[in-house]
């Protein structure tokens, strides 16, 4: 019922910045609790952020203090502004609700950290 698009990635170097969009469908966007996921080739997806209805965040710690997620719930869209990018984050990033209650991806998008 509900869908997302991810935008925003492509090719940085290490210590460059990029940031993501998710535009979500549904018309009770404002409710859902959000989370940027993200998928390296052969590993399994991890969340690495993630943010309720009330802007309470949560983090990864593998991108803690670099990473900073956000959500505008007038445009239904939430954020992934990603700092001091390092090789160890390339993968596809995805956004989506709790993935127990919507079990329906995206095709994320595609972030190259790599000089």
């Known amino acids: 019922q509900v869908q997302f698009v991810e935008s925003g990635g492509g090719l940085v170097q290490p210590g460059g910045s990029l940031t993501l969009s998710c535009a979500a469908s549904g018309s009770i966007f404002s409710i859902y609790t959000m989370g940027w996921y993200r998928q390296a080739p052969g590993k399994q997806r991890e969340l690495v952020a993630g943010?309720?209805?009330?802007?309470?965040?949560n983090y990864a710690d593998s991108v803690k203090g670099r990473f900073t997620i956000s959500r505008d719930n007038v445009k239904k869209t939430v954020y992934l502004q990603m700092n001091s990018l390092k090789p160890e984050d390339t993968a596809v990033y995805y956004c989506?609700?709790?993935?127990?209650?919507?079990?329906?991806w995206g095709q994320g998008t595609q972030v190259t950290v790599s000089s």
């Open positions: 989506n609700t709790d993935p127990l209650r919507n079990p329906y």
């Open positions: 943010i309720t209805s009330g802007r309470r965040t």
